[in-house]
């Protein structure tokens, strides 16, 4: 059974870095058949897809994020983080961490963590 678990500061201040883990188990974040991606959902919006690293490393980044957004993966642990950079509060969502078979699919999700930005 996979299971992913986000763990990280439920708030952050204006102008900081958001930080966020996702630990994986039941499945090796090298396993080449699948993609480890973030996503996002603000209060009363739909879901964000925020950005991805694969098997081997390489990332890809949403767009509109791009300029702020950074993940990372620390392979002995079998974690996935995720950083944004200068938060504001339109970044207040729940975070969540997933595993992807495809682009835009997504088979296991995490629980999700709400982060809050404010002063």
């Known amino acids: 059974q996979v299971q992913l678990q986000e763990s990280g500061p439920g708030l952050v201040k204006p102008s900081q870095t958001l930080s966020l883990t996702c630990t994986v188990s039941?499945?090796?974040?090298?396993?080449?058949?699948?993609?480890w991606s973030w996503i996002r959902q603000p209060p009363g919006k739909g879901l964000e897809w925020m950005g991805v690293?694969?098997?081997?490393?390489?990332?890809a980044y949403s767009p509109s994020l791009k300029s702020r957004t950074s993940i990372s993966r620390d392979t002995s642990k079998n974690q996935f983080s995720l950083q944004l950079s200068s938060v504001t509060p339109e970044d207040t969502a729940v975070y969540y961490c997933?595993?992807?078979?495809?682009?835009?699919?997504?088979?296991?999700w995490g629980k999700g963590t709400l982060v809050t930005v404010s002063s």
């Open positions: 690293i694969v098997y081997d490393g390489n990332t």
């Open positions: 039941g499945d090796s974040i090298t396993t080449s058949a699948y993609a």
């Open positions: 997933a595993r992807s078979p495809g682009p835009t699919r997504v088979d296991y």
